[in-house]
């Protein structure tokens, strides 16, 4: 229940991404937020990142910093200490420590976004660290590849300058090792970095030889086996080895490697330079925070959390985010930073001003007067500015010059209101990212939002080409003075939320939106809840994932605000984000449902497998199958004498290349299971890759102590099952040990199969709401790994197995994530279409279905009343092919028009 005297201001510790994301959902929200970071700028470990799979890390990142800094609900507090954490959920007072000043603040909740710290390799002396130059971390790699790094992007070698013509990755540095430090977890990301710096390298150049040394490659998530394979096909090499030591070659800096192979063969390799791919810790700073107030940390030192309650940790009303719950990805840190709102708001009251603001009344329009404002980002050439100023002043039209630093949306608003001036021209050097702030400004001073333009000064050379900075300011001020107001049209939020599929994650999804006051329509095409959770027994870590769901099932059915629509499927769906309308069949019948937000989580089921006698002998199960048995009688298998597991059925393989991220730790936490209950059961798990990434290496080294049987193998050499004919019901498996060298027979009393889980609905779903599958069938992001929750149509949220396969901790948290980003929209009482749009002046239409035809989104349509083709302002992408197509010249959009492309060659020359 919401607490109406709670604080509403909650506070973030950390400034990487998850801190980050967790400020900028949290003010969306409509909390106060104060952000703390202990160092003197935001970001975290990704400024140092010269791409995050497979993208830019400053162009992705940047625009969030500039946003939190910009945002009127976010205090930034940098080069700022958290000392001590008081009180209890809904009032804490922490004490900080900025400089020498300590002082007090208030919050009704804290999340604990601090971050990750790199380990320091130079403990590994075989390696050379420290003492070898050509021997980097990964970290510095990165800064020798980023293209504002200190080489420019140019691939150098430390030593001599030298572009390296072989290039060699360790893996496992600081990571899966208790003896030299204390790590016993896989990093989880390593493998990734390592083949993303890999293929980086030959990007720059195809003839330089790459080899990463692993002992697993662990490319478990949404589309890294595709990257994986793909990094193989350019030629990248995998040696499975791991290497004990780095020499120096005498006379010259190269450096040598020698390894054992598979088959323990002896090799000696040179290459120009090693990477070492360091291992991941939790901050410092925040375990000594963390232990100081209380909260709990697992044995490797992370926070801990519980196993359904991804983000909360032992202390109510603190939560944890990103590297310090465990090594995570970027893409999970923004889904655990998100679903800490989620649970926030369950709780805590957002300022009762938070939602459905209004635009103040826009100005009459009256003649061009623009202000043209730009704001230089440190190391930009400081003669800039007084060029600008001198230049842009004797341009027609402009009424003012202006340097915008500080309070760039305070100072802005200001300066066009003082200046009477109603457009703005920006430059700066990278006006993307001010994009949002200058419709705010420009709506704040009461002008239209739309009546600006950009210059981006990053694109310009001054030293090489001077001319290029006046034309095109010159360019950018023409085109403010053609402009015209774009309309501005607010729409009023249908408080309700669609969530599609009644597993683990709709269902959550649904209980957490119906917690803040708004009413769900939860539809399942089944006939009873649940998806593919009705099939899980436990978590990897073992809790009892049957008596969660029943939980979970229980509050579904009792909230009142959940309708539960069984038997049903989607049929359509128009509308726009805040407005959308869904038809739904039910036995038969079709039901409208308006609502302002949609959440996919339709799930994922397991492939029928169609080799090792599946469905022709009764000992051989799906693990699905496998599982659910396990539900109806615990005790069904623990008089067998032995099991069989193998992993990889159905995926890793052409006809289905993606890695179903969980099968390994579930066979692992059932091999466990089953030799706790009978320690003299031989269990064997024959697999390719074991991908317990994380802390879920925690239990594969458990299983490996308690006498489970590891054996790999390949696609070249897959397990061959045969029934044993006069021994009951037993099976033979036999598999080729590569370590061995030769075929192992095993006798067993039954085999499950670790079989791919695929979608199930995704095509007809991705059709009805415009949304994207990538290659595999999931539902794609918008865009990739920023936006992990996000559909490609706004307004349109994901979740659970239909977006990649993944365990119900994790599904648990993509929900949380999904909801608080759905409350974003449902707690407006508007949303706001984007004003540049297309319009059709229906006197000039000839309806001759042009636009129909070419639009991508499919949004024209003909409306026969009047005669015309119509484009609703809500869907319409703004993309502009329809402008251009149209015949008739009968569809107009703001910002683009005839008369500006007639403009442009006269203004370029002058």
């Given at each position: 229940?919401?607490?109406?005297?709670?604080?509403?201001?909650?506070?973030?510790?950390?400034?990487?991404?998850?801190?980050?994301q967790?400020?900028?959902?949290?003010?969306?929200?409509g909390?106060?937020?104060?952000?703390?970071?202990?160092a003197a700028?935001?970001?975290g470990?990704?400024?140092?990142?010269?791409?995050?799979?497979?993208?830019?890390?400053?162009c992705?990142?940047?625009?969030?910093i500039?946003?939190?800094?910009?945002d009127?609900?976010?205090?930034?507090?940098?080069?700022t200490?958290?000392?001590?954490?008081?009180?209890?959920?809904?009032?804490?007072?922490?004490?900080?420590?900025?400089?020498?000043?300590?002082?007090?603040?208030?919050?009704?909740?804290?999340?604990?976004?601090?971050?990750?710290?790199?380990?320091?390799?130079?403990?590994?002396?075989?390696?050379s660290?420290?003492?070898?130059?050509?021997?980097?971390?990964?970290?510095?790699y990165?800064?020798?590849?980023?293209?504002?790094?200190?080489?420019?992007?140019?691939?150098k070698?430390?030593?001599?300058?030298?572009?390296?013509?072989k290039v060699a990755?360790?893996?496992?540095?600081?990571?899966?090792?208790?003896n030299?430090?204390?790590?016993?977890?896989?990093?989880?990301?390593?493998?990734?970095?390592?083949?993303?710096?890999?293929?980086?390298?030959?990007?720059?150049?195809?003839?330089?030889?790459t080899?990463?040394?692993?002992?697993?490659?662990?490319?478990?998530?949404?589309?890294?086996?595709?990257?994986?394979?793909?990094?193989?096909?350019?030629?990248?090499?995998?040696?499975?080895?791991?290497?004990?030591?780095?020499?120096?070659?005498?006379g010259?800096?190269?450096?040598?490697?020698?390894?054992?192979?598979?088959?323990?063969?002896?090799?000696?390799e040179?290459?120009?330079?090693?990477?070492?791919?360091?291992?991941?810790?939790?901050?410092?700073?925040?375990?000594?925070?963390?232990?100081?107030?209380?909260?709990?940390?697992?044995?490797?030192?992370?926070?801990?959390?519980?196993?359904f309650?991804?983000?909360?940790?032992?202390?109510?009303?603190?939560?944890?985010c990103?590297?310090?719950?465990?090594?995570?990805?970027?893409?999970?840190?923004?889904?655990?930073?998100?679903?800490?709102?989620?649970?926030?708001?369950?709780?805590?009251?957002?300022?009762?001003?938070?939602?459905?603001k209004?635009?103040?009344?826009?100005?009459?329009?009256?003649p061009?007067?623009?202000?043209?404002?730009?704001?230089?980002?440190?190391?930009?050439?400081?003669?800039?500015?007084?060029?600008i100023?001198?230049?842009?002043?004797?341009l027609?039209?402009?009424s003012?010059?202006?340097?915008a630093?500080?309070?760039?949306?305070?100072?802005?608003?200001?300066k066009?209101?003082?200046?009477?001036?109603?457009?703005?021209?920006?430059?700066?050097?990278?006006?993307?990212?001010?994009?949002?702030?200058?419709?705010?400004?420009?709506?704040?001073?009461?002008?239209?939002?739309?009546?600006?333009?950009?210059?981006?000064?990053?694109?310009?050379?001054?030293?090489?080409?001077?001319?290029?900075?006046?034309d095109?300011?010159r360019?950018?001020?023409?085109?403010?003075?053609?402009?015209s107001?774009?309309?501005?049209?607010?729409?009023?939020v249908?408080?309700?939320?669609?969530?599609?599929?009644?597993?683990?994650?709709?269902?959550?999804?649904?209980?957490?939106?119906?917690?803040?006051?708004?009413?769900?329509?939860?539809?399942?095409?089944?006939?009873?809840?649940?998806?593919?959770?009705?099939?899980?027994?436990?978590?990897?870590?073992?809790?009892?994932a049957?008596?969660?769901?029943?939980?979970?099932m229980?509050?579904?059915?009792?909230?009142?605000?959940i309708?539960?629509?069984?038997?049903?499927?989607?049929?359509?769906?128009k509308?726009?984000?805040?407005?959308?309308?869904?038809?739904?069949?039910?036995?038969?019948k079709?039901?409208?449902?308006?609502?302002?937000?949609?959440?996919?989580?339709?799930?994922?089921?397991?492939?029928?497998p169609?080799e090792?006698?599946?469905?022709q002998?009764?000992?051989?199960?799906s693990?699905?199958?496998?599982?659910?048995?396990?539900?109806?009688?615990?005790?069904?298998?623990?008089?067998?004498?032995?099991?069989?597991?193998?992993?990889?059925?159905g995926?890793?393989?052409?006809?289905?290349?993606h890695?179903?991220?969980?099968?390994?730790s579930?066979?692992?936490?059932?091999a466990?299971?089953?030799?706790?209950?009978n320690?003299?059961?031989d269990v064997?798990?024959?697999?390719?890759?074991?991908r317990?990434?994380?802390?879920?290496?925690?239990?594969?080294?458990?299983?490996?102590?308690?006498?489970?049987?590891?054996i790999?193998?390949?696609?070249?050499?897959?397990p061959?099952?045969?029934?044993?004919?006069?021994?009951?019901?037993?099976?033979?498996?036999?598999?080729?040990?590569?370590?061995?060298?030769r075929?192992?027979v095993?006798?067993?009393?039954?085999?499950?199969?670790?079989?791919?889980?695929?979608?199930?609905?995704?095509?007809?779903?991705a059709?009805?709401?415009?949304?994207?599958l990538?290659s595999?069938?999931?539902?794609?992001?918008?865009p990739?790994?920023?936006?992990?929750?996000?559909a490609?149509?706004?307004?349109?949220?994901?979740?659970?197995?239909?977006l990649?396969p993944k365990?119900?901790?994790?599904?648990?948290?993509q929900?949380?994530?999904?909801?608080?980003?759905a409350?974003?929209?449902?707690?407006r009482?508007?949303?706001?279409?984007?004003?540049?749009?297309?319009?059709?002046?229906?006197?000039?239409?000839?309806v001759?279905?042009?636009?129909?035809?070419?639009c991508?989104?499919?949004?024209?349509?003909?409306?026969?009343?009047?005669g015309?083709?119509?484009?609703?302002?809500?869907?319409?992408?703004?993309?502009?092919?329809?402008v251009?197509e149209c015949?008739?010249?009968?569809?107009?959009?703001?910002?683009?028009s005839?008369?500006?492309?007639?403009?442009?060659?006269?203004?370029?020359l002058g």
């Amino acid at each position: 229940m919401i607490q109406n005297e709670a604080q509403s201001s909650v506070m973030v510790i950390g400034g990487g991404i998850a801190g980050i994301q967790a400020a900028l959902s949290l003010s969306s929200a409509g909390y106060d937020v104060q952000l703390v970071e202990r160092a003197a700028h935001l970001g975290g470990m990704m400024p140092a990142l010269h791409r995050i799979y497979p993208l830019c890390a400053c162009c992705k990142l940047d625009p969030r910093i500039a946003a939190c800094e910009q945002d009127p609900n976010i205090s930034v507090l940098l080069d700022t200490q958290v000392l001590d954490i008081a009180g209890t959920r809904g009032d804490f007072k922490i004490s900080v420590r900025s400089g020498p000043d300590e002082k007090d603040l208030r919050a009704g909740a804290v999340i604990l976004a601090a971050g990750l710290e790199t380990f320091e390799p130079s403990a590994y002396d075989t390696y050379s660290y420290g003492r070898l130059p050509n021997v980097v971390t990964s970290v510095e790699y990165e800064q020798i590849q980023k293209p504002l790094g200190p080489e420019r992007g140019v691939l150098k070698r430390p030593s001599d300058g030298k572009v390296p013509e072989k290039v060699a990755w360790l893996q496992c540095v600081g990571s899966r090792e208790i003896n030299r430090c204390d790590a016993p977890y896989c990093s989880s990301v390593c493998c990734m970095h390592a083949l993303k710096e890999a293929v980086n390298t030959k990007e720059f150049d195809e003839k330089i030889e790459t080899c990463i040394f692993f002992m697993d490659m662990r490319t478990h998530g949404k589309g890294f086996e595709d990257y994986l394979n793909n990094a193989v096909s350019r030629g990248v090499r995998l040696v499975r080895s791991r290497v004990h030591s780095v020499a120096p070659v005498p006379g010259s800096d190269d450096l040598s490697i020698s390894y054992a192979d598979e088959v323990g063969e002896l090799h000696t390799e040179v290459f120009d330079m090693v990477v070492l791919s360091v291992g991941l810790r939790p901050s410092a700073q925040a375990l000594q925070l963390a232990e100081k107030i209380g909260i709990e940390l697992k044995p490797d030192h992370y926070i801990r959390s519980e196993p359904f309650k991804p983000v909360s940790t032992s202390l109510p009303g603190i939560f944890v985010c990103g590297g310090v719950s465990g090594p995570h990805d970027i893409g999970q840190s923004i889904i655990q930073a998100t679903a800490c709102v989620s649970e926030i708001a369950s709780f805590l009251k957002p300022k009762a001003s938070s939602a459905g603001k209004n635009s103040p009344t826009l100005r009459e329009e009256a003649p061009p007067r623009i202000l043209v404002a730009y704001h230089l980002c440190s190391g930009m050439d400081a003669s800039l500015a007084q060029r600008i100023e001198e230049y842009a002043a004797k341009l027609p039209g402009v009424s003012e010059v202006f340097h915008a630093e500080g309070d760039v949306l305070k100072r802005l608003t200001e300066k066009l209101t003082d200046a009477d001036a109603n457009r703005l021209v920006f430059a700066s050097c990278t006006p993307i990212i001010h994009e949002k702030l200058l419709q705010k400004a420009l709506g704040r001073a009461g002008l239209n939002p739309y009546l600006y333009e950009t210059v981006d000064l990053r694109a310009i050379d001054i030293e090489k080409a001077p001319g290029q900075l006046k034309d095109r300011l010159r360019m950018g001020v023409a085109r403010a003075l053609l402009l015209s107001p774009a309309p501005v049209i607010e729409i009023p939020v249908v408080k309700r939320a669609l969530v599609v599929g009644g597993g683990v994650s709709g269902m959550e999804s649904a209980l957490a939106i119906a917690c803040q006051g708004y009413p769900v329509t939860l539809v399942e095409k089944q006939g009873e809840l649940g998806g593919h959770g009705r099939h899980v027994r436990c978590t990897w870590e073992g809790a009892d994932a049957q008596a969660y769901l029943k939980g979970l099932m229980k509050a579904i059915t009792e909230n009142e605000r959940i309708t539960v629509l069984t038997n049903s499927r989607i049929k359509a769906n128009k509308g726009f984000a805040g407005s959308f309308v869904t038809t739904v069949l039910q036995n038969g019948k079709e039901l409208d449902v308006a609502h302002g937000v949609t959440i996919l989580a339709p799930g994922g089921a397991p492939v029928t497998p169609r080799e090792y006698l599946y469905g022709q002998h009764k000992n051989v199960y799906s693990w699905q199958e496998l599982s659910s048995k396990m539900i109806e009688n615990p005790s069904r298998f623990e008089k067998a004498d032995s099991a069989v597991f193998i992993q990889c059925v159905g995926s890793r393989e052409p006809q289905m290349p993606h890695c179903s991220n969980l099968c390994c730790s579930f066979a692992v936490r059932t091999a466990l299971d089953l030799k706790t209950k009978n320690p003299n059961m031989d269990v064997y798990i024959l697999y390719r890759e074991m991908r317990t990434f994380g802390q879920r290496e925690d239990i594969y080294k458990e299983a490996r102590q308690k006498g489970v049987l590891f054996i790999r193998y390949d696609l070249d050499n897959k397990p061959v099952v045969q029934a044993l004919e006069g021994e009951g019901d037993r099976l033979q498996v036999t598999v080729f040990d590569p370590i061995l060298g030769r075929p192992v027979v095993l006798k067993t009393d039954f085999v499950s199969l670790q079989t791919a889980i695929a979608p199930v609905n995704n095509n007809e779903l991705a059709d009805i709401f415009k949304v994207n599958l990538d290659s595999n069938g999931f539902f794609g992001e918008s865009p990739q790994k920023l936006k992990p929750l996000d559909a490609s149509s706004e307004g349109v949220y994901l979740a659970g197995l239909a977006l990649y396969p993944k365990d119900t901790g994790e599904s648990i948290t993509q929900a949380k994530g999904a909801a608080a980003r759905a409350l974003e929209i449902l707690s407006r009482d508007t949303v706001t279409v984007e004003g540049l749009v297309a319009e059709v002046k229906p006197e000039k239409c000839a309806v001759c279905c042009t636009c129909v035809r070419t639009c991508p989104f499919h949004v024209p349509r003909i409306d026969h009343e009047r005669g015309a083709a119509y484009i609703d302002p809500g869907l319409c992408q703004g993309c502009g092919i329809c402008v251009a197509e149209c015949p008739a010249k009968a569809i107009v959009m703001p910002g683009c028009s005839d008369q500006m492309l007639s403009a442009a060659p006269s203004i370029l020359l002058g």
